[in-house]
């Protein structure tokens, strides 16, 4: 019953050995009979939650421009452990995630209209939330609305990228602490 499970689980997308214990427990398999099979299972190589952490990382990234703040949120809760998770990070490069954050606000500067400094603020957020640090974020929109106009470009040159970016992460860090 158990190998059924977990066959029927990693047919429809792979798992990690967590993702798969839950599934056990949540149809009353005993942790016993649980361990057993997923110990078998990580043996032959059917659960390899550092393939896993990798191929979600690539994916994740190309797929849905997420950088490795995010990602690492997500392979936490799928319950890939630390050391993992960092390795598989590790394959993303800071010039990568640059790339990729660049790209993702040329592609939104596309259909974006306002005035530079409400937009500035909309893509620098945007990408927050996918997870990039404000230095990556900042200079990332800040380069880009460089290119766009000469009106967005003369905006972007009186952004101070460094002291944006340092006052984003005191905020982060004062957030952190008083939470």
């Given amino acids: 019953m158990a190998r059924e499970i977990c066959l029927r689980q990693l047919a429809v997308r792979p798992r990690t050995r967590a993702e798969l214990a839950g599934a056990l427990a949540r149809r ?13 299972y990580d043996e032959v190589g059917i659960i390899d939650d550092a393939a896993f952490a990798r191929a979600w990382v690539s994916s994740r990234h190309a ?29 993303l490069s800071e010039e990568t995630e640059a790339e990729t954050a660049r790209a993702l606000v040329d592609r ?3 259909t974006v209209r306002g005035e530079p400094d409400a937009v500035f ?22 380069d880009a609305l460089a290119a766009q106009s ?30």
């Fill in 150 to 179: 000469a009106e967005a470009a003369e905006f972007a040159e009186q952004i101070d990228a460094d002291a944006l970016a340092e006052a984003e992460n005191e905020l982060e860090r004062d957030g952190r602490a008083g939470g």
């Fill in 121 to 142: 603020r909309r893509l620098v957020g945007m990408l927050a939330r996918k997870g990039y640090p404000p230095g990556v974020a900042i200079r990332a929109v800040k």
């Fill in 63 to 91: 797929g849905r421009g997420l950088a490795r703040r995010a990602l690492a949120d997500e392979l936490r809760r799928r319950g890939v452990d630390g050391d993992t998770a960092s390795e598989a990070l590790g394959e």
């Fill in 28 to 40: 009353g398999i005993s942790e016993e009979v649980a361990a057993q099979v997923l110990d078998r």
């Fill in 108 to 110: 939104k500067l596309r």
